[in-house]
């Protein structure tokens, strides 16, 4: 892998051509098999639940770009909300939610740009899809559009998720689009709280299945120009309700370049260790002090009364 060059026209003519080929294909298309009807009231049957934190600290990343994003993922949601995908339907991402325009109240927030970032906006609608993905894959639900990040652009500090689980998009040709192959109809719930996203597939059927989403086949491969590149394969265990395993499934692989030293990686998870220590052993310190000084005071209350 190597990072390819590309003049600021030919990226602008080529984002012109692909959005007007995906407007070409909504408009062929119509409303037929798409997914579009929302409702209030839940289904009954819960499948699977997620959240992710809205405010991540990034390195050289300033915090407004995360309090901006929060402005634009709660104008997102809205839009997809209570959205039902019936057997056969398709829901798409972008066709829900529109375009992020400054006149919807979408604001600036931060966009990974070939391997850097800048501001954009409806900056930040990546934690919405990559949201949405992780919890699609742990259901039934099958994903029939989904682009993988070209760039992996920070550490894994704080990292809950196997690398390379996420979607990204950018509207309108990088979708997110996912359809019901099922006989049940689904339904995503998404909402922002104070401080999480998150978001909730229901049913109205009791699933089926329970699934085990992991990586494996991680490796980083130092290139011939000199940087490194990051790859894995990302598997799905099927298992019965009884527990039983019934598949092995193959997902998806992943190949990106690096934009950090594996070695700052490597550190920042081990600041993470060394700091998490350092607070669970002055948290035992302080209890213990308050037990002596307790115990303390319990004797010199006990020697004055007697």
């Known amino acids: 892998m190597k990072p390819v060059k590309r003049s600021k026209l030919r990226l602008w003519a080529g984002k012109q051509y692909f959005t007007c080929r995906r407007y070409w294909e909504w408009l062929k298309q119509g409303r037929r098999g798409m997914a579009r009807i929302r409702s209030s009231e ?15 600290r990034l390195k050289d990343v300033d915090m407004w770009y995360q309090h901006n994003k929060v402005i634009n993922l709660r104008l997102a949601v809205r839009r997809l909300d209570g959205l039902l995908i019936r057997p056969g339907e398709t829901m798409s991402y972008w066709k829900m939610i529109g375009r992020p325009t400054r006149r919807k109240g979408y604001v600036d927030g931060m966009v990974l740009f070939y391997g850097g970032f800048r501001a954009g906006i409806g900056g930040g609608l990546c934690q919405l899809s990559n949201l949405i993905y992780w919890m699609t894959l742990h259901t039934p639900l099958q994903v029939t559009e989904r682009h993988r990040h070209s760039y992996d652009v920070f550490p894994d500090s704080g990292r809950t998720q196997p690398f390379g689980s996420g979607a990204t998009c950018a509207y309108n040709y990088l979708d997110l689009q996912i359809y019901n192959p099922t006989e049940d109809i689904y339904q995503l719930s998404v909402y922002v709280s104070d401080e999480e996203l998150i978001g909730e597939w229901r049913c109205t059927a009791q699933p089926l299945y329970r699934y085990q989403v992991y990586e494996r086949e991680h490796r980083i491969t130092q290139e ?14 099927v298992f019965s309700r009884e527990g039983e395993l019934l598949d092995d499934e193959w997902i998806t692989e992943n190949h990106a370049l690096m934009m950090y030293s594996p070695l700052l990686a490597q550190n920042a998870e081990d600041t993470e260790s060394t700091e998490k220590a350092q607070a669970a052993q002055t948290a035992e310190n302080t209890g213990k002090a308050q037990a002596a000084q307790t115990a303390e005071n319990t004797e010199k209350a006990t020697i004055f009364t007697g």
């Open 224 to 237: 011939a120009w000199g940087g490194y590149a990051r790859h894995n394969v990302i598997g799905r265990k």
């Open 42 to 56: 839940p289904l009954h049957y819960p499948v699977f639940k997620h959240r992710t934190p809205l405010m991540r």
